[in-house]
């Protein structure tokens, strides 16, 4: 039976944390640049309005932010040493980002 600890002597692959964190920021991203998208095209549907087209604006802007947060974070796991923890405010900014999103395009929908 697995207690999910490791055996004595073996040494953990430092390369597949970050790897796997990786691939979740890439994964998280392709969601963000779904929901944009959809959001865009739910704006422009039946005609666009300056409301609609305000918030599709703004749906743009919040996925460009979160990509530019996502892709320096992927920069940071690339790097040969061992990556430094995500700071707080990387964290709490990629958390708005995400949440205004899912948000703005709610209201889009609605």
């Known amino acids: 039976m697995s207690t999910g600890a490791q055996a004595p002597g073996r040494d953990r692959d ?8 990786r691939l979740a920021w890439r ?4 969601t963000g640049t779904v929901a944009a998208v959809l959001a865009v ?8 309005s300056a409301s609609g087209l305000a918030v599709g ?9 979160f990509l530019l947060l996502a892709q320096l974070r992927i920069r940071t796991l690339t790097r ?11 964290a709490t ?5 995400t949440v205004a999103l899912a948000v703005c395009a709610a209201v889009l929908v609605v």
């Open 57 to 65: 604006a703004l749906c743009c802007a919040l996925w460009s932010a």
């Open 93 to 97: 900014a990629a958390v708005l980002c």
């Open 27 to 30: 994964r998280t991203t392709l």
């Open 41 to 48: 095209r739910t704006a422009l549907h039946g005609g666009a």
């Open 80 to 90: 040969p040493e061992t990556p430094p923890p995500l700071t707080a405010r990387h």
């Open 14 to 21: 430092p390369g597949l944390q970050p790897e796997r964190t």
